[in-house]
């Protein structure tokens, strides 16, 4: 091993044998918890590691250490939110998804709007389009009246007709 970086080992092991013990407990009582304390200290050491300038240039170790750990904290703070805000979110779709109607729900209700196409087939235009707007939709002769430009009475009719196209095919 060249001289440089046993040298730089030996910074390092010295730097953890003389820090690791007061960089734990600033962090146990920093943040309340042994476990998270001992990963955040090994988290310190290792990212000074992957720096070697940094262990080459530092003056003040425990300054250093602390505002590594501090970083560090901040770090995992961030990822942390950025999670919730990701589950909660997920959790949100998923609550969407659960409203949206099942495939076999969309598979039926196609399978309806096809026969109604069907029943319906061979009606005049209005006829065909009071029918949906009424029952399908849902809107009142009125309405029906006004969007086809027809009178109320004319539109009763039109769902009379469309009734009875309905029904021969049942009858036959």
Known sequence: MPAPEAALQQKMHALYCEHRGWLFNWLRR????AHNAADLTQ???????????????????????AT???RLLVDQTRRQLLEQAYLK???????????SPSPERIMQ????????????DGLSVNARQAFLLHYLDGQTHAA????????TKMVQKYLIQALAHCQRPLED
Do not use: H, N
């Not at 290792?46 to 170790?61: H, K, N, Q």
């Not at 209700?109 to 319906?120: C, D, G, P, R, S």
């Open 43 to 65: 988290d310190t050491f290792l990212r000074i590691i992957t720096s070697r300038d940094a262990l080459l240039g530092m003056r003040e170790p425990r300054a250093y250490l």
């Open 144 to 151: 029906i009246a006004a969007a086809l430009g027809v009178s």
């Open 68 to 70: 590594t750990a501090k």
């Open 30 to 33: 920093k943040l309340g918890c």
């Open 109 to 120: 209700t196609l399978q309806a709007l096809v026969q109604i196409e069907a029943a319906l």
């Open 89 to 99: 979110e997920l959790a949100v779709v998923t609550a969407r998804l659960e409203d």
